[in-house]
């Protein structure tokens, strides 16, 4: 049920642009972003509903595709306060599941000056 | 945002011991808690759905009787991990969310349980 995530790690200079992805073999209800850092608690970033659509937060935007259950974050102009590790939880069909989510194993972000 | 507490937020214990995690949700009421595991550089693993007033729901190869998860009210869930083992160290996070409001799941900020 753990969705796919690639790349594992991504290196880039403050302005560069990263995409992250997330991919399901099940059909999905929704995906959900966060952000974590070392030793702390992961940090929300967005949720897209199935229904594909597409999201911005600031700089930060994400796509679902429902028809291939991807989705995909967009980190554009990257500043050194992105960098963390980026987790896509995957909710599957919410009548069963009620809200559960399912992570994949994360995409280490690293920002340089 | 609604905010989520989790206490402690650090707890060092000896094999065979029980310790007692708290999950509070401070401003708004959690009609579900989730209780993760995470070891170091890995992801959320969820471990049980806590419903209030009701039995909390395992996931698969999540031993129910070595985690003993209570949701007494709508703002307060406890996950006690009995009989505590060294391998049973890890990052456990809780959170929380409105289960009728497709709405994010507000985490807590952790505990760091070390079992020697």
């Known amino acids: 049920q753990q969705p796919v995530q690639s790349p594992q790690a991504v290196i880039l200079r403050e302005g560069e642009d990263a995409v992250i992805n997330c991919s399901s073999s099940k059909a999905l209800y929704s995906v959900h972003w966060y952000r974590q850092k070392h030793g702390e608690a992961p940090v929300f970033l967005m949720i897209?509903?199935?229904?594909?659509e597409q999201k911005g937060h600031e700089k930060i935007s994400a796509s679902f595709n429902e028809k291939k259950q991807q989705s995909s974050l967009y980190l554009t102009a990257s500043q050194l306060s992105y960098s963390g590790t980026y987790f896509c939880g995957t909710e599957l069909d919410r009548g069963s599941t009620l809200g559960r989510l399912y992570f994949g194993r994360g995409t280490q972000l690293t920002v340089w000056p | 945002g609604a905010v989520v507490s989790q206490h402690p937020s650090r707890v060092i214990c000896k094999s065979g011991t029980s310790v007692k995690i708290e999950c509070r949700s401070l401003d708004f009421q959690a009609t579900t808690m989730f209780w993760y595991r995470q070891f170091p550089k890995q992801s959320l693993m969820l471990m049980a759905t806590s419903n209030e007033g009701s039995k909390a729901t395992y996931e698969q190869g999540v031993e129910k009787d070595k985690f003993l998860i209570n949701h007494a009210s709508l703002t307060l869930s406890t996950l006690t991990v009995t009989s505590a083992h060294p391998e049973d160290s890890s990052f456990y996070i809780c959170?929380?969310?409105?289960?009728?409001?497709?709405?994010?799941?507000?985490f807590g900020p952790g505990t760091r349980l070390t079992v020697l």
């Open positions: 897209l509903l199935k229904g594909g």
């Open positions: 959170s929380a969310s409105d289960r009728y409001a497709v709405t994010e799941q507000f």
